[in-house]
């Protein structure tokens, strides 16, 4: 069974960063996507960086050139980290980890989001002030 657990969220000002982190076990990385996605109450969550079993990593263009994930992969343990830089407001939402081991693409994650196959974490809030 897989678990995933965020931890790393909370409030900072506009231009600040933030590093998000979750622990996935049981998750079989070498087949898979694993990634970071993002809620505002009343929209639909959306992807904001995903990576693959091969390192390949995806950015919704929002966050192209502020957000980086990466990974580090141990025996049925991967931690990805989310490394959020120049914050604004308007990445103000609950951010949740996300894998999926039947999509192989970091693309396809971002795009499609975990299917019935998947898991998600509980979710962690970061919130940005002006």
């Known amino acids: 069974q897989v678990s995933l657990e965020e931890s790393g969220g909370g409030s900072v000002q506009a231009g600040g960063s933030l590093r998000l982190s979750c622990v996935i076990i049981g998750f079989r990385l070498d087949v898979g996507s694993v990634g970071w996605f993002r809620q505002i109450p009343g929209e639909e969550r959306e992807g904001v960086a995903t990576i693959d079993s091969g390192g390949d990593t995806s950015y919704s263009d929002s966050v192209k050139g502020r957000f980086t994930i990466t990974k580090e992969s141990g025996q049925n343990i991967i931690n990805v980290y989310l490394q959020m830089n120049n914050l604004q407001p308007e990445d103000t939402a609950t951010y949740y980890c996300?894998?999926?081991?039947?999509?192989?693409?970091?693309?396809?994650?971002?795009?499609?989001?975990?299917?019935?196959?998947?898991?998600w974490g509980q979710g962690t809030q970061v919130t940005v002030s002006p």
């Open positions: 996300a894998g999926d081991s039947g999509l192989r693409r970091s693309q396809e994650l971002l795009v499609l989001r975990p299917g019935p196959g998947g898991a």
